[in-house]
């Protein structure tokens, strides 16, 4: 019998599309992006918060460009990044006013690695054509890829009545719901062969169609990934906040995921007041990491606790070990190959304890209540020491340490 384990439905074949230093779709990783939520004009808090979101781990950062003092600042902010040493691609997010900001402010043009345009945005009537056109020149001109984001709140009307109206000659009309699906996806397939038709390369677009909708998501993007090779932008929009908003994206994305639909993921959470606009960064990754597709931090396996133990140890310790993890990464990641697959156990007692230390690279099995007042940790499968006493979480990393420092290579030597 074969002991692989199980996986993902093999990706949806798409274009390659290169945005800076980043490939998305294909054969490439599926890319972690993010969003700001600073006011671009504000070119050093805009940077800091890029630099956050980067050093979290967003691979593409994504800005908004609202007015000429934010398609100003850009370039600023580019220079700021450098100064701190951050090379992450800049998206810039245009509606209603794209094609002049760009035209008046060719140093943004040039700077962003890619323009979003959403066509629900760009212009009504005989505008929007030529201003869609206008954005996509610009795009030609600096040589940028773009993604055409349609989203279900600013969905082009014209396209949305045009579908309704082909709904109504079908001699079984669809319901509201499939009909705005439809126009959803024309919305971004039309989009994009308007844009090839200016001469954009098929190679330089990605598509996204948002809803804020689970099952919408799903039946949406399966329909644009059944009809086109446009590598897709995953995100379910306005998700919300806390739990909420992470329980609605990942049960969105993961199914799509499974299907092998998606190249690049934004989970789009509401911060809690004061809270941490890198959260979606961390969501976004723990998503695909604990589905498989890619690795990014050691994760912690934890049991939830029960009667069995009712001391809070054992949560202490699995939580500051995934902090501590998380904290280390940066460094880490510079100089061990493959240490984002490390695997760590923290187990509450000896019931379920052992068992899942031993599946795990690292695992530690604290004492149930009534049990031994002693921690064996196991090492690869084997039992390797026994921590007893007030100082087991400080011995708990220093054998993390250890293990980091003598399993992983070295970045740059030879193994
Ligand atoms: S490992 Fe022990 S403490 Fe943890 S859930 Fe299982 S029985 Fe309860």
Redesign the pocket.
Known sequence: MSNSPASAASRHATRLVRIGKIAVGSAAPIVVQSMTNTDTADHIATALQIAQLARAGSELVRITVNNDESAKAVPKIREQLLKMNVDVPIIGDFHYNGHTLLKDNPACAEVLDKYRINPGNVGKGAKRDTQFAAIVEMACKYDKPVRIGVNWGSLDQSVLARMMDDNAARSEPWDAGRVMREALVVSALESAQAAEAVGLGADRIILSCKVSSVQDLIATYRELARRCDYPLHLGLTEAGMGSKGIVASTAALSVLLQEGIGDTIRISLTPEPNGKRTEEVIVAQEILQTMGLRAFTPMVTA???????TSVF?QELAQSVQEYVREQMPVWREHYDGVENLTLAV???????PG?SKHANIGISLP?TGETPAAPVYIDGEKAMTLRGDNIANEFRSILDNYVATKYTKKGVAA
């Open positions: 049991c939830p606790g029960c009667g069995r133990t054992f187990m509450g007692c000896v019931v379920n304890g899942e149930g």
